[in-house]
């Protein structure tokens, strides 16, 4: 069953900066690849996503083209780097435009999220990573995600220090056995979710 999905880089530096969040994907990508997943990635700050909660905030606004592609995929790999101890800022102006699913629910009250995985990879420079996972699998959770086992990867260097993951040599065994295992558990929950979605509300 083919399965496709959509990596969302929320760091804060513009295309085409080396980002030591993108790497992080992208290594995560190349273990879901080999599991036969389609994979793309993009970067959140290189589009117009404008404030708000709905899925369209009108002129100039990029997001509905991200929706699509949101949507389109079975798995969604939301990245962030950590900032002052929390999820960058664009990463919840993605989170934001997510909560207008909400709303958008079939007649059955299922949102247009349902049915897809998500999963969540952090990178920072101090301790932090398990309390930003915290907040993202909650939201995503809320607008109607489905989390799998183990769903998240992350790196985090020395206290105080100032290496960036993509200037580490060698990250650690730990690091790819992790990426290895969330490509896995998430591609076991997105085939079981095609296979079979979620029940509707009683009519």
């Known amino acids: 069953m083919a399965l496709r999905a959509l990596a969302i880089n929320c760091t804060l530096k513009t295309s085409p900066t080396p980002s030591s969040?993108?790497?992080?994907?992208?290594?995560t990508m190349h273990e879901l690849e080999k599991l036969g997943v389609t994979c793309e990635q993009i970067?959140?700050?290189?589009?117009?996503?404008?404030?708000?909660?709905?899925?369209?905030?009108?002129?100039?606004?990029?997001?509905?083209a991200i929706r699509k592609k949101v949507l389109d995929a079975d798995i969604l790999l939301l990245g962030t780097p950590i900032w002052l101890g929390h999820p960058a800022s664009v990463?919840?102006?993605?989170?934001?435009?997510l909560d207008a699913f909400l709303g958008e629910v079939?007649?059955?009250q299922r949102m247009v999220s349902y049915g897809r995985v998500a999963c969540v990879a952090v990178v920072g420079n101090e301790d932090g990573a398990h309390h930003v996972v915290a907040e993202l699998f909650q939201g995503l959770n809320d607008v109607g995600f489905s989390i799998p086992a183990n769903g998240c990867t992350y790196w985090v260097g020395q206290a105080m220090g100032s290496i960036d993951y993509k200037d580490v040599e060698d990250p650690g065994e730990k690091i790819?056995?992790?990426?290895?295992?969330?490509?896995?558990?998430?591609?076991h929950l997105a085939t079981l979710l095609k296979q079979s979605g979620y029940p509707g509300a009683s009519t």
């Open 106 to 108: 079939d007649d059955q």
């Open 21 to 27: 969040c993108g790497l992080l994907l992208s290594q």
């Open 91 to 97: 990463c919840q102006r993605v989170l934001e435009r």
């Open 176 to 187: 790819a056995k992790t990426n290895a295992m969330l490509a896995r558990n998430a591609v």
């Open 43 to 64: 970067r959140a700050v290189d589009f117009n996503i404008k404030p708000g909660v709905t899925s369209d905030e009108g002129a100039g606004d990029e997001w509905p």
